[in-house]
């Protein structure tokens, strides 16, 4: 654990720096929740839910918003994004999570005609890197990883412990590929010939654009052609399923447990919550948002809130679940008028 000052802090985040009614620790030494924070910690508060606990906060300093008026003891780091600023300070106070030393572990595999340089990427132990691959600088090869025949990895890419990408899978620069994700397994395509299920081949692959990370366990289907395609900035959350030739547009957010089948279309800037499904051959519309299980069954124009299955306007939605909690009611109703 690394140490600074709040003036310190202050500055790398861009924050203004309030004292409040208790003296100022000569160091910051760790970060903490606001209710775990000790006098050497800073925390931040984003989210009115934890008010009370601000109020009682032990920490040395918070980040709050600009717009943050309440009594408080600590001192406020005040900033546009609370938590933004709040990572800053937590990479500045803490050390890497993984150990980046350039070079090729003993114990990894390498093939001689992968391109990795070796003075600005590491390769950590029980990797395997396949005849082809082409490995950007700077990125970190983590532990039992498979990077297999073709792949192209860009600059500052991260590919955890035992990750898998398989044959001729593009990846941009800065991707961040958390551990047991597998990208570019075969998409799920049989058909049924003489009463059995005969495999299709699967020969596309995956394109992930830059700036994107895959969730832990996370899977991402290779095409049956062309390219199941991730584009720029779009984030996966754990044991999300992508099928083949599905694209995801740029700056999403794919919460866990949701899967998007095959051939589907998603615009730019749509959230998925967790536990949603889509179905294929279907389009959802830029800056869409659908609700935790949501279950979409047709194309959806962009720009709107859905809910529920099958997934509708969320307003719509809110109304039809208030009248069946009502039904049990209005069945005695009409029994009473019924019989009177």
Not at 15 to 22: E, I
Not at 142 to 167: K, M, P
């Amino acid at each position: 654990m690394h140490t600074t000052t709040l003036q310190e802090l202050a500055e790398l985040t861009e924050a203004k720096l309030l004292p409040g009614t208790v003296p100022l620790p000569e160091t910051i030494e760790g970060f903490a929740d606001l209710m775990s924070a000790t006098e050497t910690d800073v925390s931040f508060y984003g989210n009115a839910a934890y008010l009370p606990k601000v109020r009682n906060t032990k920490a040395a300093a918070v980040f709050v918003p600009h717009d943050f008026d309440e009594p408080m003891a600590s001192a406020r780091l005040i900033v546009e994004n609370p938590s933004v600023a709040f990572a800053i300070a937590v990479d500045q106070l803490s050390r890497p999570l993984h150990k980046f030393e350039a070079g090729i572990h003993p114990s990894a595999q390498v093939h001689p005609t992968a391109q990795v340089d070796t003075s600005t990427v590491c390769v950590d132990a029980g990797a395997v890197i396949a005849e082809g691959v082409c490995v950007g600088a700077g990125s970190y090869i983590g532990q039992g990883v498979s990077l297999d025949r073709g792949v192209s990895l860009g600059d500052s890419c991260q590919i955890l412990a035992n990750a898998s990408i398989r044959e001729h899978c593009l990846l941009g620069h800065r991707i961040i590929v958390q551990p047991g994700a597998v990208i570019g397994s075969d998409g799920f395509g049989f058909e049924m010939v003489d009463g059995r299920h005969q495999k299709i081949e699967q020969r596309g692959i995956v394109q992930i654009d830059d700036d994107v990370e895959v969730g832990a366990n996370a899977t991402i289907d290779r095409a049956r052609f062309g390219k199941t395609w991730i584009q720029e900035g779009t984030k996966i959350d754990n044991l999300v399923q992508i099928g083949h030739n599905a694209r995801i547009g740029k700056h999403c957010i794919v919460v866990a447990l949701t899967g998007i089948a095959g051939s589907a279309i998603i615009g730019d800037h749509v959230v998925i919550a967790a536990q949603s499904g889509v179905a294929g051959h279907l389009e959802i519309g830029s800056k869409s948002t659908l609700a935790a299980r949501s279950g979409v069954t047709k194309s959806l124009p962009g720009g709107q809130i859905y809910a529920g299955y099958p997934a509708m306007p969320a307003e719509k939605h809110r109304k039809i679940t208030v009248m069946q909690r009502r039904l049990e009611k209005m069945q005695d109703r009409i029994s009473s008028l019924e019989k009177g």
